[in-house]
C-alpha cells in the first residue's frame, strides 16, 4: 500500500500531464505578444507568415481578453517569455543558448556572428530576453562600426537576426503529450529557432529544472514536425497532419516514440499542403467526448492512414477509406461521432470562417470551448448542439492565421 501511494503521488507531480484534447484544463502556457509585432515588415509578409500587420496596443488587448477567460475558469496561465527568462537566468545555460541560437539564425558572415555572440554575451538578462525576441536591426548602434564582410554586405536587409513575431502561437513549436514533450521541427524557415525557446525551458526553468521534460522527437532528424497537427484524442490515440509542415517521416518516428510509451493507434491525415491547409487543427478540433468542429470543404478528398504497432518495434501503416465520421468513432471506439461543419458547409461563409479560425477553438473541458467571435455561423452552430463558448475579438492576432487553440499550450488537463 506504501509504495502505490508513492507511485500515485508521483503522476500527479507530473509538470505535463496531457492526456486528451478535451480533459478539464488546469495549466496553460501562453506568450503574450510584445514588441517584436513592430518588428514586422509590411513589404515581407509572406516570408514572416503575417497576412498584415497587427496592431500591437490592441493585439495584446485581445491576448489579454483571452487569458483572462481561461483564468477565470480555473487555468493556471504561464507565460512562455517567463519560463524562459528563468531558463537564462544561469549563464552556462545562456551561453550555450546564444550559441545554438546564431548558428540557426542564419547570420550571413563568421565574423558577424561571432560579433552578434559577443553582444549577445554582454547584455543584460532583460535586455537580452527582448532582442531575442525582437531581432537584431543593422542600424543597432552596436554594429555602427562595420569591420565584417557581413556587416558591408546586403545593406538591403534590415535585420541581422531576424525578430520571433510568431511566437504567440505557442501550439506550433512544440506539443505536450501524455508526460512528455515533442519539440517541433519547424516547416518554415522563419520559424526555426522558435523550438529552441522550448528546448531550453522543458530543460532549466524553475518549472522543469528538477524534473526536466523527455523530448520524443530527434530534432536532428531531416524532417518537420508542429504542435498544430497533432491532436489527442485519447490515452491511446492521437491523430497527426502530414502536411506542408509536418513530414510522414516525422509521423513514423514519433508513432515509434508513442507506442513505446502505449498509445495503440495513430492516424495520419494527408492534407493538401499550402497555407490554406496549414495543419491539422485548423481543419479539426474536438470539443466534447463524441464531437468535433471540422472542414466539410476536404473531408472527402483527404487520405488518411492508420499506423499501429508491429513486430519488433516496426510499424504497420494501411490505407483507411472510410469517411471522416467512421474513422474518429473507430478510434475513439464508439458507435458514432458528430462532425460540426464549420461555417455550415457554405460555400461563401464556410470558407470566411474557415480563414477566419472558426473551427480553431481551445477546449477548457468537455462541451465547453475558447474561440474568436467573428465567427456568427460557427457559433450559433456550436450554441444548437449544447456547447458553451467563451469568445473574445481576435481583429489583431487572426492576421498571424492562428486561433484560441493555435495560441496556447496545454501542460496540464484532467484524465477523462
Not at 484534447?21 to 514586422?40: A, D, T, W
Not at 542600424?139 to 545593406?155: A, H, V
Not at 516525422?250 to 508513442?258: C, D, F, G, H, W
Not at 496549414?278 to 474536438?286: E, S
Request: hydrophobic letters at 40%; glycine letters at 6%; one cysteine or more.
Amino acid at each position: 500500500m506504501f509504495i502505490r501511494a508513492l507511485i500515485i503521488d508521483e503522476r500527479k507531480f507530473k509538470m505535463i500531464q496531457v492526456y486528451s484534447e478535451i480533459g478539464k484544463l488546469n495549466k496553460v502556457m501562453l506568450h503574450r505578444p510584445c514588441n517584436e509585432l513592430y518588428q514586422i515588415n509590411p513589404f515581407n509578409l509572406e516570408e514572416m507568415l503575417f497576412e498584415d500587420t497587427p496592431y500591437l496596443k490592441d493585439a495584446q488587448f485581445e491576448h489579454d481578453s483571452f487569458s483572462k477567460i481561461l483564468k477565470d475558469n480555473g487555468v493556471e496561465v504561464v507565460y512562455l517569455k517567463d519560463l524562459f527568462y528563468q531558463a537564462m537566468m544561469r549563464e552556462d545555460v545562456r551561453r550555450s543558448f546564444i550559441l545554438d541560437f546564431t548558428e540557426l539564425s542564419n547570420i550571413s558572415s563568421i565574423r558577424l556572428k561571432e560579433k552578434v555572440k559577443n553582444h549577445y554575451t554582454n547584455l543584460d538578462l532583460n535586455d537580452f530576453i527582448d532582442s531575442v525576441f525582437e531581432g537584431l536591426r543593422r542600424d543597432n548602434p552596436y554594429f555602427k562600426k562595420k569591420d565584417s564582410l557581413g556587416e558591408m554586405t546586403y545593406l538591403d536587409d534590415i535585420f541581422i537576426v531576424n525578430p520571433m513575431p510568431n511566437c504567440y502561437f505557442t501550439r506550433d513549436s512544440s506539443v505536450n503529450i501524455a508526460d512528455s514533450v515533442i519539440i517541433s521541427n519547424m516547416g518554415k524557415q522563419f520559424r526555426r529557432r522558435e523550438p529552441l525557446l522550448l528546448k531550453y525551458i522543458h530543460q532549466y526553468s524553475d518549472e522543469f529544472k528538477d524534473n526536466p521534460t523527455i523530448n520524443l522527437f530527434d530534432n536532428t532528424l531531416p524532417y518537420g514536425i508542429e504542435g498544430g497537427d497533432i491532436i489527442i484524442l485519447s490515452d491511446k490515440v492521437v491523430c497527426i497532419g502530414c502536411t506542408e509542415r509536418t513530414s510522414p517521416g516525422a509521423i513514423e518516428y514519433v508513432s515509434m516514440k508513442l507506442f513505446e510509451k502505449g498509445y495503440e493507434a495513430i492516424y495520419a491525415f494527408e492534407l493538401e499542403r499550402g497555407r490554406n491547409a496549414m495543419h491539422l487543427d485548423g481543419m479539426l478540433t474536438m470539443i466534447d467526448y463524441e464531437t468535433f468542429i471540422f472542414n466539410p470543404f476536404l473531408s472527402g478528398s483527404v487520405n488518411v492512414f492508420k499506423i499501429s504497432p508491429g513486430r519488433e518495434k516496426s510499424i504497420k501503416v494501411i490505407s483507411v477509406t472510410d469517411s471522416w465520421e467512421k474513422v474518429l468513432a473507430d478510434a475513439l471506439n464508439t458507435n458514432a461521432v458528430k462532425l460540426i461543419p464549420c461555417g455550415n458547409g457554405d460555400r461563401i461563409i464556410g470558407n470566411w470562417e474557415l480563414w477566419n479560425l472558426g473551427s480553431n477553438v481551445l477546449t477548457i473541458k468537455p462541451g465547453e470551448v475558447v474561440g474568436y467571435d467573428r465567427n456568427d455561423v460557427t457559433l450559433s452552430l456550436l450554441d444548437k448542439e449544447g456547447i458553451k463558448v467563451h469568445t473574445f475579438s481576435g481583429s489583431e492576432l487572426s492576421r498571424g492565421r492562428g486561433g484560441a487553440r493555435c495560441m496556447s499550450m496545454p501542460m496540464i488537463r484532467e484524465k477523462i
